[in-house]
């Protein structure tokens, strides 16, 4: 039952072969046996959960036919959620009980979900591996020595382990996409503002957007259905009506053009990786589609860009975790100064300090020019080449990740981990809807392959990925993950 | 030595909406503390901004009462910095690109001259909470109510040359922002603060000499008085051969002095960066019209009109128009009875001066608009004289009732019968012979006496005109 998608457990649901009490409990018996050791769930929520899935129970016998009514999901601890604790993988938020829903949360809610637990993840969005979490680090569930990617690892690691059928994680330079790939499951992540930022905890404000994590193309429209609409408190999100991304998923890739830019498949791309992904394109050439060379000239900068931008707006969106109102506060500070000093030193972990350390450097009076101003130069020739490419193809494909999953703490050079986003990062620059489906394996890994569309194209690339996984079944690869006993 | 002082004026204005600028939480004045304070306010994890428009419409309205560039495209930006009262670390303002660019204000002086003062810039911002060290024992209390306040700065050129031309450009502006009604201006309650800049040159220099910022001034009187002495003690240390430190200094007003508060040339790096949590104001022309069909009559369009319509001074048209309040009350009392000389006269002179004695504002006046101008009325209809009037004044302070029912109960009316007035004159005529043969002697002086017995005879209820020809008449 756990091993089914969103759409087939709607429909088991409607049929009555089985209820949403009944599937909560399921999902939470697993997480029970499963969790200690993949770590993958910060809190659990059982009895709301289960409070919940009545009440969605109730609704479905008066019937209601949302898509994911009565369906348990999981929420990255990066949402707010009301009465439950918020960490953002944080000591700084260890203690931290949201007054309020994120508008992710609200609508899930109003849509009949059912939250399961908040899931980890690296702290406050900043990382590639989920290492840096305050509550330690998630496993692979292909390889339980292995990183499931970051930052959205705990939602990538529950959905590959079928301990909840949905996620939501947030994506600010490959968060959701990375994990993804490296789980072996779809991660998508919408053009900026098509998703409300309301009650998402902030990271890199012109960067961070939230997306689905679930176990395919067609999930993934289901939960864009939900999730994706103007919101009035977020000032960046965008007044545009919201499509049905259903309804084009069946569409043909006859004549669809499809860009392979020439700087994704060069130096540091693992070989496995690129037949992987080189064999994926074949497919879309069967089923209907013309492979494009393209450029993208100004990729090498993305990563220098991306590592001004993003830690300058963490510096600042961090500014307010200084123990006066809430979170973590030192213990018996002396005077103003030691409260700020020890409170953000004791509750912050080393890559978020490291982050603001950057960031706050990079804003500095004579320095702001050069980097700060630069960067956000560079961001727009970066969305220039997008948009060039655009001109010329629908869609552009290429390796999420250069590699596989990696040893838990094999990266150990903050630079080196930076690297990790080398593909998936321009599109946050650009603000361009993208995502990471399964394509194949490394070495027994799963390998992701990215696709990204242009802006605001997003039941396009939901109609690509779904073509593909219609074409193969990738997809449909379980990891060889077992739960002891009582087990479903 | 001949020195010249050159002062700027940076005010702060709080915009009186009813809410934050990109919260929606109440702004209104004096609750408990942390009571008006949301979780955007409190700057909780997640939380976003949302711009208060009307906050966009009044800075805007000020832009185009001091003929002002306004800015099309206005950007936000954070300015950061670590401070208890600043729940954010940073709070978000405007650097590059404000709402409003130059304009100018015209200044009148108290000789009549008028001159014409720059305005720099002014932009929006978010005022921070208060911090309150009384009542907590070494520690701090944070109240954050008036986090989040929607602030406009204003900025002045340094085109001012003295304290006195200073105040009366803070008090133009006070009048300014109180026509517009965008803020209650109120200096003591700190709806509108003032930090002055103020540096020395000799006279005939074109650089400006090293400025020190003056904070906590909050009164039209100590602007004056902090000023003056900043000019003082800056004098004494260039004539010494010292130099100016480029300071923050306080001033206090108790000792009348300033005090160094922390070196600006080590001032904070704010790191200013533009907000990404707000898209750039964009306004077109349309907006910005229809923001100026809404402005009223302004300070200086109105005295023109006083001076033109009511035939009025330009001296008394300036005094009228000092305060939205007084010109609106002044015009009621015209509208009424229909004489705005007489009406001038008696709010700038009985009406303030009873306003000011008690330190009532004119919403506060026990004698409202239109019983002053049934009184005015009264006497230009003979009722009463003008004398017998600021009898009837002192009474309607503390008695509520209409004029003509005051005038009766006290039975001042006027006496116009002429019948009674000659008997009275009569009285008069017989009781001092030698006056009366005095003056049919020739001494005209005399005359004056004999009214004034008249009048006192009548309790000063006779119509002194009638007297005056009557007793004329009688004495031929």
Redesign the interface.
């Known amino acids: 039952m756990a091993a089914r998608t969103i759409a087939e457990l709607a429909l088991a649901l409607r049929d009555g072969e089985t209820s949403s009490v009944e599937l909560t409990q399921h999902y939470l018996n697993r997480i029970n046996q499963a969790n200690t050791g993949l770590n993958a769930y910060i809190t659990v929520c059982e009895e709301q959960a289960l409070t919940q899935a009545k009440l969605a129970d109730q609704r479905l016998a008066d019937g209601d036919s949302s898509p994911v009514c009565g369906i348990p999901l999981a929420h990255k601890d990066i ?2 959620t009301q009465g439950i604790t ?1 960490t ?1 993988g944080s000591r700084m ?1 260890a203690n ?1 009980v ?3 829903n ?1 508008t992710v949360v609200e609508k899930f809610n109003a849509a009949g979900a059912v939250t399961l637990g908040k899931t980890n993840m690296d702290e406050f969005a900043m990382g590639s591996s989920n290492e840096t979490s305050f509550f330690g680090p998630v496993k692979n569930p292909w390889d339980m020595e292995r990183v499931p990617g970051g930052s959205s690892g705990g939602s990538a690691a529950a959905v590959a382990a079928d301990l909840c059928v949905m996620a939501t994680g947030t994506d600010t330079g490959g968060s959701i996409r990375q994990p993804a790939a490296f789980c072996g499951i779809t991660g998508f992540k919408p053009s900026y503002g098509r998703i409300s ?6 990271f ?3 960067l961070d957007q939230a997306g689905p994590i679930c176990k395919s193309a067609e999930d993934a429209a289901i939960m864009m259905n939900v999730m994706a609409g103007l919101d ?5 999100s965008v007044d545009l009506a919201v499509p049905d991304y259903t309804a084009d998923l069946e569409k043909s890739l006859d004549g669809l053009r499809i860009g392979v830019p020439r700087q994704h498949f060069a130096e540091g791309l693992n070989a496995e990786v690129e037949t992987a992904v080189r064999e994926g394109l074949k497919e879309f050439e069967k089923l209907g589609a013309t492979l494009v060379d393209i450029d993208l000239p100004n990729n090498h900068l993305s990563v220098s860009a991306y590592y001004v931008v993003a830690p ?2 963490a ?2 969106n961090l ?2 975790y ?1 123990g ?3 979170g973590y506060r030192c213990d018996n500070p002396v005077d ?1 100064e030691d409260m ?1 000093k020890r409170t953000r030193s004791e509750g912050f972990g080393d890559e978020v300090k490291r982050r603001i350390l950057v960031g ?1 450097y990079a ?3 004579g320095f ?1 020019d050069a980097y ?1 101003r630069k960067a956000q130069q560079i961001r727009r020739l970066i969305k220039q080449d997008f948009l060039d490419a655009f001109d010329q193809v629908d869609v552009i494909v290429g390796p999420t990740s250069p590699h596989a999953a990696f040893a838990l703490g094999a990266k150990s050079d903050p630079v080196a981990m930076y690297l990790e986003d080398i593909y998936t990062i321009a599109v946050n620059l650009a603000g361009l809807p993208g995502v990471s489906i399964p394509a194949g394996f490394s070495n027994g890994l799963p390998v992701g392959m990215h696709l990204v569309a242009g802006d605001f194209d997003e039941a396009r690339l939901l109609n690509v990925a779904h073509q593909f996984q219609r074409a193969t079944d990738w997809h449909l690869q379980r990891p060889d993950f077992k739960i002891e006993e009582g087990s479903a | 030595m001949s020195w010249e002082t050159v002062i700027g004026l940076e005010v702060h204005v709080q915009l009186s909406t009813q809410s934050k600028l990109f919260s929606g939480t109440s702004t209104k004045f004096g609750a408990e503390p942390n009571t008006q304070a949301n979780i955007y306010d409190l700057a909780l994890p997640g939380t976003l901004p949302v711009m208060n428009e009307a906050a966009l419409a009044m800075a805007v309205r000020f832009g185009l009462a001091i003929n002002a560039e306004i800015g099309k495209k206005s950007v936000f930006d954070r300015k950061n910095y670590f401070y208890p009262d600043l729940p954010k670390g940073y709070q978000v303002s405007q650097l590059h690109y404000p709402i409003v660019g130059l304009g100018s204000l015209t200044v009148t002086l108290e000789d009549g001259t008028e001159r014409v003062i720059g305005v720099t810039r002014a932009h929006m911002e978010e005022d921070a909470g208060k911090s309150l060290h009384e009542d907590f024992h070494g520690m701090t209390g944070i109240d954050l109510n008036r986090a989040g306040t929607p602030l406009l700065e204003i900025v002045s050129e340094p085109d001012l040359r003295n304290a006195k031309e200073a105040v009366a450009y803070l008090k133009k502006l006070h009048s300014i922002i109180r026509y517009l009604d965008i803020s209650d201006g109120n200096m003591a309650q700190g709806s509108m603060r003032c930090d002055a800049n103020v540096s020395i040159r000799r006279v005939g220099d074109t650089e400006l000499g090293t400025r020190t910022e003056i904070k906590n001034i909050n009164s039209f009187k100590f602007v004056e008085k902090a000023i003056n002495y900043e000019v003082m003690r800056q004098r004494e240390i260039l004539e010494d051969g010292g130099r100016i430190v480029q300071e923050t200094r306080l001033y206090d007003s108790d000792l009348n002095e300033t005090r160094s508060m922390r070196s600006k040339e080590v001032a904070n790096d704010y790191r200013y960066f533009p907000e990404p949590d707000l898209l750039p104001v964009v306004i077109d022309d349309q907006y910005i019209e229809s923001v100026r069909a809404s402005l009223p009559e302004l300070p200086d369009q109105k005295s023109e009109r006083f001076a033109t319509e009511f035939g009025l001074s330009h001296y008394d048209a300036g005094v009228l128009v000092s305060s939205r309040e007084m010109a609106e009350f002044f015009e009621r009392v015209v509208e009424i009875c229909g004489d705005a000389k007489l009406s001038a006269n008696w709010v700038t002179g009985d009406l303030l001066g009873l306003l000011n004695k008690n330190n009532w504002e004119f919403a506060d006046s026990p004698i409202d608009a239109e019983r002053l101008g049934t009184l005015i009325a009264r006497i230009k209809d003979k009722t009463i004289s003008g004398k017998i009037a600021k009898t009837v004044f002192e009474a309607m302070i503390e008695d509520q009732d209409d004029v003509d029912a005051i005038i009766d109960k006290k039975g001042l009316k006027q006496v116009t019968d002429s019948g009674a007035i000659e008997s009275l004159i009569d009285e008069v005529i017989t009781n001092n012979p030698d006056q009366v043969q005095q003056f049919r002697d020739g001494k005209e002086a005399v005359f004056g006496y004999l009214v004034g017995q008249a009048m006192k005879l009548s309790k000063g209820k006779a119509n002194p005109a009638q007297v005056n020809q009557i007793l004329r008449d009688k004495l031929k």
Not at chain 1, 197 to 202: D, L, S
Not at chain 1, 232 to 236: A, I, V
């Open positions: 949402f707010c918020t953002c938020l931290f949201a007054p309020y994120a930022r309301w009650g998402m905890i902030a890199a404000s012109s009035r408190k977020d000032s960046t300058a707006e510096s600042a500014s307010r200084d006066v109102r809430y103003l700020y706050t804003l500095s009076a702001y700060y």
